[in-house]
């Protein structure tokens, strides 16, 4: 009988890697799987940890992710986009591949842009801004889902939950990042009141036939509804045309249609744009990272939030004292390892 | 005894250019500033249209704008940034001058950036977005305005209604805009609000001891609040970071300070990123242009609305029949032609 056990974030790393390589993934798709389901679940943001493992491994299994990709940097057109081709694979050992080169690309440039082309997407996208963040630049980021969110005045699904993500790198501490679905809510929280049996919020979601509904099975059926309004629908578009028409990538509608569900993992490209600061101000008066440091000051001064603060506190919480699954959960990766895909229903 | 008044879409141009010119205005300013009220006042945009006149009238007479600025191309650091100084003038020269340089620097690098230092703004960014549009390039354009709006979770005003703007050229027709405010509602909407006498809708502002109300006065006093909750205060922020700290101009609070009212135009830079289509899809499958109408289509055939479709078919009206204007509008024109900065209380 399992019981909750707390393991050391490397431990924790090294048991959802060893998963993925049992289940037929080669090292650089499994390293790369494994970093951010483990970050996800570090940082207590439990929609994107290990609860994600089966829906990657249903998606292995039912052959729309290849287990042996080896993505591949490809010389873009244009001197500040950088391509990288996924082979099918997932997008982070993509963004892993492309990420040195692009932050080499904006200090050259000012700004440069990496395009991720044929990955699937099952994680959150801060993981990405972080990685650009890190190398001490500022990075918006976006990728189309699979059609589940109806546009604002619509009735029926058409745009993906469409995430947008910033990062802005902070000297000495954790970046300032937010990362966000362009609907109401995230599709992951949805199927989490599902699972809990509990009624959605008024206002998250349509059913089949375009009428409002809080419950979570209709609503799945049906579209989820674009955060504030026309302007979120709108952000949810740009996103549609920007990381998907533009980078020569699937859409939300191609990718459900070539899943046929929303069961796996999808299937299309992102868009991530790293701007350099330090270029951006040259000659300008006053240093941008202090001033935005001002700015934040600002904000939290009246006792306002930043976004990512409490995933933050939870990092560091893990870092300290480990990350603590329950017994569920412990049982739940031993039959995963144990398994494989023979796991997956 | 004036009467409404239909005019021309040129002939309108031509009396507000000649009253900025008699304001004091040089060529350049007056040209570019005319047309984009005139713009507003075409498409049926009534808070960016001739309404607007008074404000920047208001701010030459405070000695916030130069009236005799002659922006500068500037060679930016990095490639992909190209800089205008607008030297203290209005942002809408500055914009002109840069913008075919921006278009061949995104053509060749693929993307490339536009900052605009040191200007006044008060007009819509959706100006800027359909110049860049109008290239065959897409657009994301920002820029902050002065302190307003409080973050959410807090209590006092401290980002500004940072309009957050994005284009995507339509061959053949117009392109796909959007172009609103981080907070719930724009200033010029309250302030028409005001003037109404009549009570905002809930959820718009907070008064001056960050309670919600709905007295446009109050809500003027206090705070507005951003769109979308913390989604949208977010974006509010990461304007004042890309567009304010990167760029090394003033962001919301600062131009507040240096204004010291909210009746002037504030101060403060702009940031506009121009995207090849056709480079970031060169050797991808599909046409980008192709597939976004193929999108629009989607989201038109289900009875929901392309953001500016009604400004656009106002436009086309103007464009065919004229702009009739009140014939109170009538008289403020004559007024401020004939009295010029003696008519600014």
Redesign the interface.
């Known amino acids: 009988m399992n019981q909750a056990v707390t393991f050391p974030v490397e431990t924790l790393l090294a048991r959802v890697e060893a998963i993925y390589r049992r289940a037929g993934l080669n090292m650089v798709q499994a390293t790369s799987i494994a970093r951010v389901i483990v970050a996800g679940e570090r940082d207590a943001c439990k929609s994107h940890g290990i609860y994600r493992i089966e829906g990657t491994l249903r998606t292995l299994k039912a052959g729309k992710v290849r287990p042996d990709a080896q993505p591949r940097l490809?010389a873009?057109?244009?001197?500040?986009?950088l391509?990288v081709d996924a082979d099918g694979g997932f997008a982070n050992p993509a963004f892993d591949l492309g990420l040195g080169e692009l932050a080499k690309r904006a200090r050259?440039?000012?700004?440069?842009?990496l395009?991720i082309?044929d990955c699937t997407h099952f994680s959150a996208l801060w993981s990405e801004v972080e990685g650009v963040t890190s190398e001490g630049l500022?990075c918006?980021a976006m990728c189309p889902s699979y059609s589940t969110v109806?546009?604002?005045?619509?009735?029926?699904a058409?745009l993906g939950t469409n995430p947008?993500a910033?990062g802005?790198p902070r000297p000495g501490g954790h970046p300032?990042v937010?990362d966000?679905a362009t609907s109401v809510a995230a599709r992951g929280e949805i199927e989490l009141y599902r699972r809990a049996g509990k009624p959605l919020p008024e206002g998250w979601a349509i059913d089949a036939d375009g009428q409002p509904t809080t419950d979570p099975d209709a609503a799945l059926a049906g579209a989820m509804l674009p955060?504030?309004?026309?302007?979120?629908?709108?952000?949810g578009?740009?996103i549609?045309?920007?990381s998907?028409?533009?980078?020569?990538?699937m859409?939300s509608?191609e990718s459900l249609d070539y899943l046929g569900t929303t069961a796996l993992a999808p299937k299309h490209g992102e868009l991530i744009?790293a701007?350099?600061?330090e270029?951006?101000?040259?000659?300008?008066?006053?240093n941008?990272?202090d001033?935005?440091e001002t700015?934040f000051e600002?904000?939290v001064g009246?006792?306002?939030?930043l976004?990512s603060q409490r995933r933050f506190q939870a990092r560091d919480r893990a870092t300290r004292e480990g990350i603590t699954l329950s017994a569920e959960e412990v049982a739940l990766l031993d039959r995963l390892h144990d398994q494989g895909l023979d796991a997956i229903s």
């Open positions: 490809l873009g057109e244009g001197e500040a986009i391509r050259k440039l000012g700004m440069a842009a395009v082309n500022a918006i109806a546009p604002a005045g619509g009735n029926q058409l947008f910033f802005w300032y937010f966000f955060f504030g309004g026309h302007k979120g629908s709108a952000i578009t740009m549609e045309l920007l998907a028409a533009m980078i020569g990538d859409n509608r744009i701007f350099s600061p270029r951006f101000a040259a000659g300008r008066p006053g941008p990272f001033r935005a700015l600002a904000i009246q006792g306002a939030r976004p």
